[in-house]
């Protein structure tokens, strides 16, 4: 089982998560009462949506980890899992995103807020060539 695959299995047993379709068609997503949360996109990332303002308050610390990826101007995080410490890492910052989307006001149901990393990542990279 790889770690991302093990981090989920833990993820569903708490009470404020539901497993769901993410809304970019690709892997298994969690989401909380009012927002998509994560995308399980390999066996070995995840997208967290940690919102503007929990990434802004955490920046220096994610920058410097290097676990974590940032995309420019998405409130998601990638998160590289490769051993234990970073599923314990994903664990922290999931408590984070649930703490940061429960003080949010409520979207519309069903909507995400912002898109995953997972097709801004390529999109990015594609520009980077040219």
Same mark, same amino acid.
């Given at each position: 089982?790889?770690?991302?695959w093990? +981090?989920? /299995?833990?993820?569903? *047993?708490?009470?404020?998560l539901? !497993?769901?379709?993410?809304?970019? &068609?690709?892997? @298994? =997503?969690l989401? %909380?009462?009012? =927002?998509?949360? +994560?995308?399980?996109? %390999?066996?070995h990332?995840? /997208?967290?949506?940690?919102?503007? &303002? ?5 920046e220096?610390?994610?920058?410097? %980890?290097?676990a ?13 899992? !490769?051993?234990?410490?970073?599923? #314990?890492?994903?664990?922290t910052?999931? *408590?984070?995103?649930?703490? =940061?989307?429960? +003080?949010r006001? !409520?979207?519309?149901? &069903? ?5 995953? #990393?997972? @097709?801004? !990542? +390529? =999109?990015l %990279?594609? @520009?980077?060539?040219?």
């Amino acid at each position: 089982m790889t770690a991302a695959w093990h +981090a989920l /299995d833990r993820l569903v *047993s708490w009470p404020d998560l539901a !497993e769901a379709q993410p809304s970019c &068609g690709i892997g @298994r =997503a969690l989401r %909380s009462t009012r =927002a998509e949360i +994560a995308h399980f996109h %390999s066996g070995h990332s995840v /997208d967290l949506h940690l919102t503007a &303002g929990t990434i802004r308050r955490f920046e220096h610390d994610l920058r410097h %980890s290097t676990a974590i990826r940032l995309v420019p101007g998405s409130h998601w995080v990638t998160v590289r899992l !490769e051993c234990e410490a970073d599923v #314990n890492l994903l664990m922290t910052l999931m *408590s984070a995103a649930l703490q =940061a989307h429960l +003080a949010r006001p !409520e979207t519309v149901a &069903g909507v995400p807020s912002s898109r995953c #990393n997972d @097709r801004r !990542e +390529a =999109a990015l %990279s594609h @520009r980077a060539r040219l």
